[in-house]
């Protein structure tokens, strides 16, 4: 898993340096603390020198998690295996939890060979407020040929991990 790991944060990085119409969330912190990894319920938070904060988890079609940038920028991602888009494509969604529906948007930000493809969801602060209070989600994505593929991913642990990599983002600001 650390190289799909790794694959998603050089994505996320790419994403963040070219700011593809994606809100991101900002925070202000310094470098991320190296080599650390947490469990928290199905989520973990993994940590790697220079390239930022991964929480996330893994579902049945792929993974979903937020990254946070060296430059303190947040955003949701996920991953979907044996898929493929074209950078900067964007896809309408809808995101069922166990406490609402919702309509979202996914832009592509590149396909990883042999793995799949990497999207973030456009509107941060909307897509953060409905996973972090549920348990479940799945993700309603269109196909071709008229069909709908449902990416289903547990949020046990997820405000844990998530609360817990904003907190080191916040530590590191403050360390001299």
Do not use: Y
């Not at 941060?124 to 069909?147: K, N």
């Amino acid at each position: 898993m650390k190289t799909w790991l790794a694959a998603v944060i050089v994505f996320g990085i790419l994403m963040v340096a070219d700011a593809r119409a994606m809100a991101v969330h900002e925070h202000g912190w310094a470098r991320p603390m190296t080599g650390e990894s947490a469990q928290r319920g199905a989520w973990s938070v993994e940590t790697q020198d220079g390239h930022g904060l991964w929480a996330s988890t893994k579902g049945d079609q792929g993974l979903l998690g937020q990254f946070c940038s060296d430059d303190g920028a947040c955003a949701w991602l996920i991953v979907l295996w044996n898929a493929s888009c074209s950078d900067g494509e964007q896809h309408p969604v809808l995101v069922n939890t166990d406490r609402s529906a919702s309509h979202h948007v996914l832009q592509c930000i590149g396909t990883l060979p042999g793995v799949g493809s990497a999207l973030a969801f456009a509107d941060f602060d909307s897509v953060d407020s409905a996973l972090r209070g549920a348990s479940v989600v799945g993700v309603a994505i269109p196909e071709p040929m008229d069909a709908i593929g449902i990416a289903h991913f547990t949020l046990d642990g997820a405000a844990a991990a998530i609360d817990s990599m904003r907190a080191r983002i916040v530590a590191q600001a403050h360390e001299p």
